[in-house]
């Protein structure tokens, strides 16, 4: 695909925008018309497909589709496997030690894989492991609201009797970060990344588990320029200094999302944790 033939990002349109406002009077009317009925279908493209996302719609080939990638996923599974286990890489040039474990991947694995599923839904994958739910990921606990969970689950003490993990749900990579001992409560975090959880024992092997409220928050401000918006998350520094982080994206929601992505890289012990809302300049 040619450069003329890709379509326009963000970055694209706000240059164009900035451009627009260097040209004669004359042109720059009706350049921007032309920008802003752009900037018209654009939107109505994307209530299209949000719209047919909700609905649930799929369109006829979908199931073909659908299993069109899932040979493709177990194909390039068998490929990387005799890349790790032979050593060949590339196409047979380079050579390199032989490996060991590489994981089996069927077909079961491909369909019932959820980094899979959010891939091929355009959602970005976390960038670290969610806590496991009977050896199985758990994102919905991760990304889901502040109901409440009951759950299995049994804390680790020292000999002194101090707290020294959670096992929840089989999962044993949970910190206890505060314990209230007279409410038989604690507060929880798995791995240290992510939201934290308030973890209130019910009775011997089973606990109530509710993700805690976000205790920060942040602002996106909304910039407008040639009739184009744009979003942008004021972060501040350690160091005083404050840091502004460009959001790809023409809608708040979308905006939203790029703000979780970027903090879940950049700060994902704060992931979950923080609260944006809008600001206008």
């Known amino acids: 695909m040619s450069k003329l033939e890709q379509p326009l990002d963000a970055d694209d349109l706000m240059i164009l925008a900035e451009r627009i406002e260097q040209l004669s009077a004359d042109d720059a009317e009706w350049v921007n018309r032309l920008l802003q009925e752009l900037l018209r279908a654009r939107a109505h493209e994307g209530e299209l497909l949000a719209g047919q996302a909700s609905s ?3 369109g006829p080939d979908e199931r073909e589709f659908d299993e069109q990638m899932a040979q493709v996923a177990l194909d390039t599974a068998e490929w990387l496997k005799t ?3 032979v050593g060949y890489m590339g196409a047979g040039n380079f050579r390199a030690q032989p490996r060991a474990a590489f994981p089996a991947i069927d077909l079961e694995d491909v369909r019932k894989s959820s980094l899979f599923a959010r891939i091929r839904q355009g959602r970005h994958a976390l960038p670290f492991p969610p806590p496991t739910r009977q050896g199985l990921p758990w994102h919905e606990l991760v990304e889901g609201g502040a109901q409440t969970q009951i759950v299995s689950a049994e804390i680790v003490r020292e000999e002194d009797g101090l707290p020294m993990g959670a096992i929840i749900e089989g999962c044993s990579d ?6 209230d001992a007279a409410k038989q409560e604690c507060i ?4 240290g990344k992510g939201p934290r959880f308030r973890l ?9 588990l509710r993700r805690e409220l976000p205790s920060l928050t942040r602002q996106i401000h909304l910039q407008g320029r040639g009739g184009f ?3 942008g998350l004021e972060w501040p520094r350690d160091d005083g200094t404050t840091q502004f982080v460009a959001l790809r994206a023409a809608t708040w929601e979308r905006a939203q999302s790029e703000a979780e992505h970027w903090l879940a890289i950049t700060h994902p012990e704060l992931y979950g944790q923080v609260r944006f809302v809008g600001s206008e300049k």
Do not use: F, P
């Not at 949970?174 to 314990?179: A, G």
């Not at 929880?188 to 791995?191: L, P």
């Not at 209130?200 to 089973?206: E, I, P, T, Y």
């Open 56 to 58: 649930g719609e799929q």
């Open 174 to 179: 949970w910190m206890v970060l505060e314990e």
């Open 188 to 191: 929880v975090q798995h791995q």
């Open 83 to 85: 890349l790790w286990e």
């Open 200 to 208: 209130r024992q019910v009775d011997a092997g089973s606990a109530q």
């Open 229 to 231: 918006h744009s979003y």
